[in-house]
């Protein structure tokens, strides 16, 4: 028996604690991959401290339980039945999971299926324990189990730091796919400071979009994210004035394309709805922030003007793997990422020190 390091919580508001655990065997069709850097996401002292009250019907994996949503590594050995992946590739591992079976599955469309959950975090489904109880093992461990269709493949200029902050890259990849977002747009990034705000616009840059509109809390961060391209970049700071009527203002009177709704958890709804505004007729509005309260939205409105209002929750691992294309090919740049490296001793400092973070520059990973 092979025993492996796994940062463990045992119960919801205590630490995590290093566990020695057996390494797992790869199911047939699964692959087994040695984790070099697990990203961690701002939300996940929210998952692991106040989850199960938040949100009573969307199951955690069973205690002790191994967090770890966005995990970037290298394929340790792969099960019986895998044919393409080979031991030594470097890989992001998507942390989607669902049942492979049902009608969306059998369609691609993995994020639809009822069986919805990201591994090493939290399911959306109140179906999503048996997922986790054949996926136990998170990014903040040495190893861990993964279906192969999950895997996106690394080129060389990805280190595994940058690959760690691939889900939140590649959500705002896939709410900008959603969106249209093309050459000849112009879009309104609402948050445009935060990991998926910053992600958006650069990758806005990246496929063509004509300019973006960003809003911001933050006194210092906007400028930032304006200085990634001032002269397709335009922010306001959130307060100053109407976000709604001054992306109307900097786009003729016409609106923007599009709108990302990137805003936090803690936004309130009538921010959202100020920024909707701002829409064009015929745009759209793609919703893949944590805005937690009820938004009541002009239906009226939204008929009139024809606006789509969209949800996105994830992306596929074929947009992961464009993504890595974009990287391999210097259309999209990570070097905006700032790592913050913690090793598996320090997960539990690592998780609740992201409260200090430079917005969506920061990346915070665990190197286990
Ligand atoms: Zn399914």
């Known amino acids: 028996m092979t025993l492996m390091r796994a940062a463990r919580l045992h119960a919801i508001g205590e630490p995590m604690t290093i566990d020695a655990i057996e390494v797992p065997k790869p199911r047939p ?24 009250t938040w949100f009573p019907h969307q199951p955690l994996p069973q205690f002790p339980a191994i967090f770890g949503l966005d995990v970037a590594g290298v394929v340790e050995e792969v099960g019986e039945a895998v044919i393409a992946t080979k031991p030594g590739t470097r890989v992001y591992v998507s942390p989607l999971r669902s049942c492979g079976s049902c009608y969306s599955c059998r369609g691609g469309q993995h994020s639809l299926c009822r069986y919805f959950t990201h591994n090493g975090y939290f399911s959306t489904s109140p179906d999503g324990q048996k997922i986790f109880d054949l996926y136990p093992y998170g990014g903040f461990a040495e190893y861990m189990t993964a279906p192969q269709h999950s895997l996106v493949t690394l080129p060389d200029n990805i280190s595994f730091e940058q690959a760690g902050r691939f ?24 948050g445009i400071t935060g990991t998926l705000g910053v992600a958006s616009t650069m990758l806005s840059l990246a496929m063509g979009v004509s ?92 008929m009139d003007e024809q606006v789509q209002l969209i949800g996105s929750n994830w992306f596929s691992t074929a947009q992961g793997q464009e993504l890595a294309h974009m990287v391999e090919t210097g259309a999209l740049d990570l070097s905006y990422l700032e790592h913050e490296r913690f090793s598996l001793d320090d997960v539990n400092r690592a998780i609740s020190g992201l409260q200090d973070r430079r917005g969506g520059f920061s990346n915070y990973v665990v190197i286990p």
């Open 29 to 52: 069709t699964d692959v087994l991959v040695r984790v070099k850097a697990c990203g961690i996401v701002p939300n996940m002292a929210n998952v692991i401290n106040n989850w199960p």
């Open 167 to 190: 889900g939140y890259i590649g959500t705002a990849y896939g709410a900008l796919r959603m969106a249209d977002a093309g050459p000849g747009k112009v879009s309104l990034i609402d």
């Open 211 to 302: 300019k973006v509109l960003g809003t911001g809390r933050n006194e210092v961060l906007p400028e930032c994210v304006k200085s990634l391209a001032p002269n397709r970049i335009e922010v306001l700071k959130l307060g100053d004035k109407s976000s709604g009527e001054w992306a109307k203002t900097l786009t003729d009177g016409e609106g923007v394309d599009f709108v990302i709704s990137a805003l936090g958890a803690k936004a309130a709804p009538e921010t959202m709805l100020d920024s909707m505004q701002g829409v064009r007729r015929g745009g759209k509005i793609v919703n893949v922030g944590g805005v937690a309260d009820v938004v009541p939205v002009d239906m009226k409105w939204l």
